[in-house]
């Protein structure tokens, strides 16, 4: 073997070793005040009930049958559910430790795809970021759906590159890949509308509807139609419309605050009058949104297409502790560990001129889309999760916590944009 490949290799190897360094620390040093608060507590009560009663529901620390509901999508809890444990702090400590072994894993498998079909430096980049960026070593400390969000995502964004450059067996990497976006939706259902988005940027690039572009469709929305038809069998309707109505509501609120007040950043609605009447239906919370953007155009039009990105994309979690933490955590390796304190340093540095060259290379795939220029399958891929997450979040509530996962695409698009221009400056200069 020469020696670039040789140093590559053990470049990698020492990645991985850093970040298996870094969630190691994170996970047995880490303590958060109150674990089960808030999100946390609802997807431990749906764990707990499907395993003592057989009944998903989020109701805590029950005595007798809990009443089902669907407030919550099942993708973690189920996860969860596989670790149970009596004990409730073994139980979480199984959580946390399982979906650091599945972030490993999956970013593992990005890792080496990603240096298969895209070489050295691509790899190397966005093996950095992978491994040592620190929302993604502290998301595993939380029962949250972050971690295994994120984790999903790498998959199957994984899985889209293998699918595109594999000489073999192509349809079934396609398959897999459908199935592991079914899986991801059951976990964050933001990404529900993402199936259909895809396809229909398929249809407009390539201008054809294939059999199996179609059954890749049903593949993919299959596990969401299997959990909607549970929902319509046992609670009477297709899903519960709260977190929709949340979605739209605390998005809605220009920078995260009341009237500008502010003592309710991060918490506007805690501060709003009307807030009970939006739990009317999501009819009349698009009217009190349509009255107030009526009120003060301009605010709410800049609020919406400027600041919303500005705060999805940004380095510090609001509506919690701040920084890299969701919830308060009263202990991290963050907080003094050397090796932490550097990987932390290094990437906030960088932070928002990587978000830059991100942005640069969506815009760069958006004009060669629509100049029908050649791109690969994967490049459309990543390039339209990326996109997606942008106009998602444009119209539900775009906390930074939601953006953590979505920033894996925007770094490979961002470690492309970057090979690309040093294949340029070496083809000009050199």
Do not use: C
């Amino acid at each position: 073997m020469e020696l670039k490949k040789k140093i590559i290799y053990f470049s990698m190897f020492i990645m991985i070793m850093l970040g298996l360094y870094l969630r190691y620390l994170v996970v047995q040093y880490s303590a958060v005040d109150t674990p089960l608060r808030a999100d946390a507590r609802e997807y431990y009560s749906y764990a707990v009930n499907m395993r003592e009663w057989g009944i998903y529901s989020k109701e805590y620390n029950v005595s007798k049958s809990p009443s089902p509901d669907s407030l919550r999508s099942p993708g973690f809890p189920f996860f969860a559910y596989i670790f149970y444990n009596s004990n409730q702090d073994i139980f979480i400590k199984h959580v946390l430790i399982a979906q650091t072994i599945f972030q490993v894993i999956s970013f593992t498998f990005l890792f080496f795809v990603l240096h298969r079909f895209y070489g050295a430096l691509v790899s190397l980049i966005t093996g950095w970021f992978l491994w040592t960026f620190p929302h993604f070593v502290n998301i595993n400390i939380y029962f949250l759906s972050e971690s295994l969000f994120t984790s999903l995502l790498a998959l199957l964004i994984g899985m889209a590159i293998l699918s595109n450059f594999a000489e073999h067996k192509r349809k079934f990497y396609y398959t897999f890949f459908a199935i592991l976006l079914g899986l991801a939706i059951l976990v964050r259902p933001t990404l529900q509308y993402f199936p259909l988005f895809l396809f229909v940027i398929y249809i407009i690039y390539y201008r054809k509807i294939t059999t199996f572009s179609i059954f890749f469709l049903i593949i993919s929305l299959l596990p969401m139609l299997l959990w909607g038809a549970r929902n319509l069998f046992v609670i009477g309707q297709w899903s519960d419309p709260t977190l929709m109505i949340n979605g739209l509501y605390h998005g809605s609120f220009p920078w995260f605050m009341y009237h500008n007040i502010p003592e309710s950043f991060g918490f506007p609605y805690n501060f709003d009058p009307q807030a009970n009447e939006v739990y009317q239906g999501v009819g009349r919370t698009l009217e009190i949104i349509f009255e107030r953007f009526v009120e003060d155009p301009l605010n709410y039009l800049s609020w919406y297409l400027i600041g919303k990105q500005f705060f999805l994309w940004q380095w510090s979690i609001i509506a919690g502790q701040g920084d890299i933490f969701i919830y308060p955590t009263l202990a991290s390796p963050y907080y003094g560990e050397k090796t932490s304190l550097f990987t932390y340093s290094i990437n906030k540095f960088f932070h928002l001129f990587w978000l830059i060259g991100a942005f640069s290379g969506l815009i760069v795939v958006i004009k060669r889309f629509l100049k029908r220029e050649t791109l690969s399958f994967a490049i459309l891929v990543i390039s339209t999760v990326f996109l997606y997450a942008i106009l998602i979040h444009i119209i539900v509530a775009p906390f930074p916590r939601y953006g953590i996962p979505f920033k894996i695409p925007a770094m490979i698009i961002f470690a492309i944009t970057f090979s690309e221009i040093i294949k340029w400056l070496k083809r000009k200069f050199v």
